[in-house]
């Protein structure tokens, strides 16, 4: 059995459009620069869920935000990510298809993988990993580890494919075979 592992954002998704992200940031009167650098500063905590929702929105905007403004963040941040890579997305649908054993694992925060949950070419993956609900973040080995107990696989018998080498690498440490991501025409042709 071998299984194929999908990070999310910039792999089935297709990157974060800055428009969306500046569309946050006056949403909320933030400096659109500072609300950036807060955003990714800050997000490896969010993912981990070291830091709570209220805890990271209120960093990213630096002033304590509202419960509405919360929603509104949340709702937007999950909708900033929804933008699917039509050729992965493409090959995953083939892979089910065919019945291959295919996962997925992403650095998201438990309320952002509640939302993608929700998007039909994420909820056609029967087994979904998130950091935000598993307490721990790539390219930390455990976080493979993990994955592997979880599928009951040896780690030889799973492809992780991501966008950052150092999650590949990441992947790679744990014995797994890593794919970078470049294209979904790239990857089609890695996978066979």
Known sequence: ???????????????????????????????????SRRYWE???????????????????????VTSAELDQLISMDVASWAHPDEGTVSLLRELLDQGGDVALLSNAP????????????????????????????????????????????????IVFIDDRPENVEGARRAGMTGVRFTTADALREALR
């Open 1 to 35: 059995m071998m299984w194929i592992v999908f990070d999310y954002g910039n792999v089935l998704s297709l990157p974060q459009p800055e428009s969306e992200a500046e569309e946050m940031a006056r949403t909320v009167r933030a400096d659109p620069a500072a609300f």
């Open 42 to 64: 800050h997000r490896l905590d969010f993912d981990r869920a070291t830091l709570t929702p209220e805890d990271y929105w209120s960093e990213v905007t630096g002033r304590q």
């Open 110 to 157: 438990a309320c952002v993988a509640d939302g993608l949950d929700e998007l039909p070419w994420i909820a056609a993956i029967d087994r979904r990993f998130y950091s935000g609900r598993m307490g721990m973040v790539k390219p930390d080995k455990e976080i493979f580890d993990r994955l592997a107990e979880d599928l009951a696989a040896d780690p030889a018998e």
